[in-house]
């Protein structure tokens, strides 16, 4: 399988083609949180929202629903055994049922369960909440998925601390709460980019070296960067051609300045 590679397309299309072999999938998919929706002219978008130059982030709930079904029938074809998702969303204050519905989904129609929840708590939060009555959110999630039939075994780092004389393991105590900046940079063509901080601490929790990391909205290359950094192979895959070509030039300033240190 070749590896350290962005597609310029659909996910779906990429893992119609990979066979298996995908260790881990890390990545944040679009929130479907626009305050327009799909009939809305793409170019009435406001400054903050229009986060995407090639993707309609305010289709029906019942679109998204069924999309993020597939998404998650092609990671069941991919992943090794044993391979989980990191899955990174939240939700929109015009909208915040979405994020819930479209798990739900996932959990009643595919191979997937929720095997953990973390909490990603950002630096800042922007833009503040001015509701009367809605929070301001810091804290994203990033929903840990396995196989139904895999909750018990799939992988994870957890260093084992001791055997009672009865055979009981016992593992070291791990929180499901991280702290990592909200991006790496202030990026002009993308509004809400992800973070590497974030990725290598995930990376860390449940990759080993070498292990494949697939990201199926490749965005900017966020991923990618953290698994040069973290001695990982990447897969990744982006409908925009402007945010695959950034991302390349990302990873060659990344590769250059590892090779030279």
């Not at 739900?104 to 990603?120: P, R």
């Not at 503040?128 to 396995?146: A, D, G, H, W, Y």
């Not at 992800?194 to 965005?219: A, N």
Request: proline share 3%; glycine share 4%; net charge neutral.
């Amino acid at each position: 399988m070749l590896t350290n590679v962005i597609y310029n397309e659909d996910c779906i299309e990429t893992m119609r083609r990979i066979e298996g072999g995908v260790n881990i999938v890390i990545t944040s998919p679009p929130y479907n949180t626009s305050r327009t929706n799909a009939s809305d002219s793409q170019k009435n978008f406001d400054t903050y929202q229009q986060r995407y130059d090639s993707y309609l982030d305010g289709i029906t709930d019942e679109q998204y629903c069924d999309w993020t079904t597939k998404v998650f029938e092609g990671f069941d074809k991919v992943l090794t055994k044993n391979g989980c998702v990191l899955y990174n969303i939240s939700y929109g204050s015009e909208n915040p049922n979405t994020m819930w519905l479209a798990i739900a989904e996932v959990l009643k129609k595919t191979n997937f369960m929720i095997a953990d929840c973390i909490a990603w708590k950002k630096k800042a939060a922007l833009p503040n909440n001015t509701s009367p009555n809605k929070l301001t959110r810091i804290v994203e999630f990033v929903f840990v998925l396995c196989r139904k039939s895999e909750c018990e075994t799939f992988y994870a780092n957890k260093e084992k601390t001791k055997v009672n004389s009865a055979g009981q393991q016992y593992y070291e105590n791990v929180f499901n709460f991280i702290e990592a900046p909200n991006n790496d940079e202030n990026c002009p063509i993308h509004k809400a980019t992800f973070s590497t901080m974030l990725c290598r601490k995930l990376m860390l929790l449940y990759t080993k070296e070498g292990d494949i990391v697939y990201d199926p909205f490749m965005g900017t290359g966020t991923t990618a960067v953290a698994c040069i950094k973290e001695n990982r192979r990447y897969i990744g895959s982006e409908i925009s051609k402007r945010y695959c070509d950034w991302a390349e030039k990302r990873i060659k300033n990344e590769t250059m300045q590892y090779t030279l240190f």
